[in-house]
């Protein structure tokens, strides 16, 4: 099957500077893919190439197929919605919706215009601003407004570039709802942009990472959260982030702690003595011993989190955290004796980090 989109050994150079450096990437059609990174990765770079704003210094960049070396951006069929808004502020919120329903390209009768518009300021809580002008709406509401006049119009494809970032918490979650609702029910290709780790594992059917204009690794969230490529990627998901504590590869093949007890360890696949780390996130970490690999160290602090708790704990000089029921933390104070387990199948297990970059995950049984 081609790809909606697909980047072919895309570079692009500003300068000395490197944006994007030989990234290869496909978006299956009718594909919600999220590009998670953070600022400076590349990410809006990625959007501008594809979009036709910014043209690769190398590479090429294919929709449906079609080499779109030279092609116009009005002539590629994408919706791009930027961070900075590009409203017209001193039209009104409808008359902003409505401007790609009245280009040549794009354009509809005025009730069939008036019917799109109200399907989508319905679906974006943004029905009783349609009459005020952009320039008195709140950043949120202005970016609600930009979402809708990319969604109203016909696309190829969607490019998002950060469209929930000036939202508050609340309503984050609930635009996150809809947009995953909107494609769903649409299923045109987007391609949504996000530093937002929670955001790209809520909306991405696949998730790429990028990192320094590269793309790390791409897959499901559940390749992403299980088998990350790199303590980067790892670092990448979950609140807290997931522990990594220093060791080596023992004599007998299984994980020697740097500092600090670790009961049971986990098994590694690599040379005696070779510099590893082992990574388990807070929430597959229990306090007490059990049937697992088990870490001992001392209580550090305690912050509550509403129904759960998250344990700091020192093992060794290394801080790990863990999230647990508030009643299991009720009697913690600090400096005090703890023993924290985690199941054998919750394990990573990582190269070193270095000068060329975060260490990679060791394959192998961890058990």
């Not at 909107?182 to 998730?207: F, K, M, N, P, Q």
Request: glycine letters at 12%; aromatic letters at 4%.
């Amino acid at each position: 099957m081609t790809a909606a989109i697909a980047l072919r050994g895309v570079t692009k150079t500003f300068g000395r500077t490197t944006a994007l450096d030989g990234i290869e990437l496909e978006v299956a059609e009718g594909e919600f893919f999220c590009l998670l990174g953070p600022s400076g990765a590349g990410k809006t770079t990625t959007l501008k190439t594809i979009a036709g704003l910014e043209e690769p210094t190398a590479g090429t960049i294919e929709l449906d197929g079609e080499d779109m070396t030279g092609v116009e951006p009005y002539d590629r069929g994408v919706a791009m919605c930027f961070e900075s808004y590009a409203l017209y502020p001193h039209r009104s919120a409808y008359d902003n919706l409505a401007s790609p329903l009245r280009s040549p390209r794009h354009r509809l009768p005025a009730h069939q215009a008036r019917e799109r518009i109200g399907e989508i300021a319905g679906l974006l809580g943004i029905e009783a601003l349609l009459e005020r002008p952009v320039g008195e709406l709140s950043n949120g509401q202005r970016q609600r407004v930009a979402l809708g006049r990319v969604l109203v119009r016909p696309a190829r494809a969607f490019l998002l570039d950060e469209p929930l970032s000036h939202l508050d918490a609340k309503l984050r979650q609930a635009m996150r709802a809809e947009l995953k609702a909107i494609g769903a029910v649409r299923r045109t290709t987007t391609l949504y942009v996000t530093h937002d780790s929670v955001e790209a594992l809520a909306l991405g059917d696949r998730i790429g990472v990028i990192r320094d204009g590269r793309i790390v690794q791409t897959g499901t969230r559940e390749e992403l959260w299980h088998r990350p490529y790199d303590t980067f990627v790892a670092r990448s998901f979950g609140r807290p982030r997931i522990n990594l504590l220093p060791g080596t590869a023992g004599e007998d093949g299984t994980f020697r702690l740097l500092e600090g007890d670790c009961e049971r360890a986990p098994r590694v696949a690599a040379a005696p003595g070779t510099p590893v780390q082992l990574g388990v996130r807070p929430r597959d970490l229990t306090l007490g011993g059990g049937a697992g690999c088990v870490l001992t160290g001392t209580v550090y602090v305690t912050e509550t989190l509403g129904r759960s708790v998250e344990v700091t704990v020192r093992v060794g000089s290394r801080h790990v955290s863990l999230v647990v029921p508030r009643a299991e933390a009720a009697c913690l104070r600090p400096d005090d004796p703890v023993r924290l387990t985690a199941r054998p199948e919750t394990l990573l297990l990582f190269e070193a980090d270095g000068p060329q970059g975060p260490g990679r995950r060791i394959e192998g049984n961890t058990s």
